[in-house]
């Protein structure tokens, strides 16, 4: 075979003065992807990555084993408008979900089926919501990965055109008036109108009429905000209450507003302030009961639902309904009110250290009158009820052996039972479950799933250490097909659930955020040190795996700890965080990071990026980036740039630890197709098991 050589990237002595601080950028011109000499770097490593992934034998095992349990498919909870339901299912020979529609007992028909409107798996459905009384159905679909979602109505019994296209509506909220006549929803200002660079930004809420051109639509809201703001609106069911919230980037410091349309302007709603200015969560909706119900982490870091009256929504007014658990999170909530209950019925979700559970509640007092029977230790998905109300609700669920499921419970009997089972057939490896807690450098604890063979090991076993650790995102169980192929092949796959996630509610966000996120990249080589000690893994069979910002953490770790790891995968990843606000929708994250702008923030940035922290002569992982063309969050830049720091920073042999750029054309930050998931994760998978011994029959 013909030796590996990384190709040539010129180093750059350009330094710059931020604040004081002298920082290089020496691979500052790979930013640049219409640049000559960025397209003929990516193509050399296109080619090196082809010559040096063609020795990775177990490419076509992986691929096999995944289309295999991916073959479970998929079923989603069902949205009920009278005997009318909408879900989505997808079966092990579709390439994306499709969107259903079914009368009472009656046949079942298509409404949305992305790969009916494109044989090359490229368009994705993005989001969907019927009108009130299902009569017409606003759906989004984008195309190759880009995310930038155009918005249709159509007529669900004829399946008609009714309006649209909207451009610039990237999954935007829809409001339905109750007479499906209109709706409020969020539109980007075109890209005439705002500054350079700045495309992305710039939302509005606006009231559109059915037949009405787009450009009469009525601006509501958004005028005067902040560019980096997103805005929720929503409507009661009885059309009475118009509830709007902002927040800005991605934090969850929200802003909220309810308007009383009852006087008929539902151009100029007056809106009352509920919540401005308070830096915490709030989500609400007006039940049918008449109450406000607020789901908010304000003085209650895990949650808790409060109740008021919409019509004098003050803090001071607001009664706690469901009070913060010490050891849960409130996750979700369904009303349940139909004929033939004793009392009406408030169901409620929890996590308990990431794993669901579900209480039955007094809907009056909030007492609990009961523990709901859960299949597992899993994953619960949203709680959803019957718009005018019942004494039914369904629920998705998932854990590490369970393809996607939903289940429906029922108040009359106390009973859940399943609803909808995931279509396909499957073979499931053999394997233990096991949550464990380990100690973070600075001793708190920290809890991680761990997958692995059921047999007993014979030794340290080859082992990929997955986390993500931001922007409130829990990693809890689930079915992962990507997971099931590595142990079925005899390794080890291991879920931390870092600080800066909400596992354990908004605390352990904050503790892993802006001058906090070191605490991070301390758990997850914590987690990694654990696998270590107790025998699962060695550090010549460890690995870590991330993508978007936990390809960050990836960075971090392989940048910061390469002792620990024998090789790593970094997907769509954020890297050089000086710059990151200059690129993407950067500047949605400076709430989670912190903004090179500041001088004390530069200097956590500075502190873990980890394109500016690669030290020469450094015996660096293997390490496989993987990028793609059409991701419109995170620009491939960030990987193009560690990448040749990495490759000319490394002490380590090119054939032993190579530091590789997977690039991909369109397909995005997001969904993709099944068959393009099976390329990705396979190539993935066979990297790693190459570099950490792990054979494959």
Request: charged share 25%; hydrophobic share 35%.
């Amino acid at each position: 075979m013909r030796e590996l050589r990384y190709p040539r990237a010129e180093r750059l002595h350009l330094i710059e003065n931020l604040h004081g601080r002298e920082v290089g950028d020496p691979y500052r011109w790979l930013e640049d992807d219409e640049s000559t000499a960025t397209k003929e770097w990516a193509a050399a490593q296109d080619t090196l990555y082809a010559e040096a992934s063609g020795r990775y034998t177990a490419r076509d095992w992986f691929a096999g084993e995944l289309r295999s349990l991916l073959g479970a498919g998929a079923v989603g909870s069902p949205v009920w408008r009278g005997d009318r339901r909408f879900f989505v299912r997808r079966t092990a020979d579709q390439e994306h979900a499709v969107l259903y529609v079914r009368d009472g007992d009656g046949p079942e028909r298509v409404l949305v089926d992305p790969g009916a409107l494109d044989p090359g798996g490229l368009t994705t459905l993005d989001a969907w919501k019927p009108g009130p009384d299902g009569r017409l159905l606003a759906y989004q679909l984008s195309e190759g990965g880009d995310e930038e979602s155009v918005l249709r109505i159509v007529d669900v019994d004829s399946g008609d055109l009714v309006d649209g296209p909207v451009e610039r509506a990237r999954y935007s909220p829809i409001a339905w008036l109750p007479d499906s006549s209109a709706f409020y929803y969020v539109r980007r200002l075109p890209r005439e109108e705002v500054p350079e660079g700045e495309e992305g930004y710039h939302r509005r809420v606006y009231l559109h009429r059915l037949g009405r051109p787009v450009a009469e639509d009525v601006l509501i809201f958004g005028a005067d905000r902040d560019k980096t703001e997103y805005f929720s609106p929503s409507v009661s069911r009885d059309g009475r209450w118009l509830i709007l919230l902002a927040v800005r980037g991605t934090s969850s410091a929200t802003d909220m507003w309810i308007a009383d349309l009852s006087d008929g302007d539902l151009e100029r709603p007056r809106l009352v302030p509920v919540q401005e200015n308070v830096d915490a969560g709030l989500s609400a909706h007006v039940g049918r009961d008449g109450r406000l119900y607020l789901y908010t982490d304000r003085d209650a870091p895990r949650g808790r639902l409060c109740v008021t009256d919409p019509a004098d929504p003050r803090y001071e007014n607001w009664t706690t309904l469901v009070p913060e658990e010490p050891e849960a999170v409130l996750e979700d909530y369904a009303l349940l009110d139909g004929p033939g209950l004793e009392r009406p019925e408030l169901l409620v979700s929890h996590s308990r250290h990431a794993i669901s559970e579900v209480t039955q509640r007094d809907l009056l007092t909030g007492e609990i009158l009961g523990v709901v029977d859960m299949p597992g230790l899993g994953t619960v998905g949203a709680l959803s009820e019957r718009p005018e109300g019942g004494h039914e609700a369904w629920f998705g669920y998932t854990d590490n052996t369970h393809p996607s499921s939903v289940y429906r419970y029922d108040a009359l009997t106390g009973r859940v039972s399943v609803w909808a089972d995931a279509p396909g057939g499957i073979d499931l490896p053999d394997v233990k479950v096991e949550q464990v807690t380990y100690t973070s450098g600075d001793g708190t604890p920290v809890r991680m799933l761990v997958v692995s063979p059921a047999a007993p090991a014979q030794g340290p076993r080859p082992t990929i250490l997955y986390g993500y650790g931001g922007f409130r995102i829990s990693l809890t169980p689930a079915y992962s097909a990507v997971a099931l192929s590595w142990v079925r092949a005899g390794g080890v796959y291991a879920v931390a659930n870092l600080r800066g996630g909400l596992e354990e509610g908004e605390e352990w966000h904050r503790s892993g955020m802006l001058a906090h996120k070191q605490n991070v990249f301390d758990d997850c080589a914590a987690a990694a040190e654990h696998l270590v000690a107790t025998g699962v893994t060695a550090p010549d069979r460890l690995s870590v795996m991330g993508g978007s910002n936990g390809g960050l953490l990836v960075g971090a770790m392989v940048t910061q700890r390469p002792d620990l790891f024998a090789a790593a995968v970094c997907s769509a990843p954020l890297l050089d965080m000086v710059r990151y606000e200059r690129f993407g929708l950067g500047q949605l994250w400076n709430v989670e990071y912190g903004s090179a702008d500041d001088p004390e923030q530069l200097g956590w940035l500075l502190g873990y990026s980890p394109y500016h922290n690669v030290r020469e002569d450094t015996r660096y992982p293997a390490t496989l980036f993987t990028v793609f063309d059409n991701d419109t969050r995170v620009d491939p830049l960030h990987a193009r740039k560690l990448c040749a720091a990495m490759q000319e920073a490394t002490s380590a042999p090119v054939e032993e630890r190579p530091v590789l750029l997977r690039r991909e054309a369109e397909v995005g930050h997001s969904a993709r197709s099944v068959s393009r998931s099976v390329s990705l994760n396979s190539e993935q998978l066979a990297f790693l098991a190459h570099h950490l011994g792990l054979s494959v029959e």
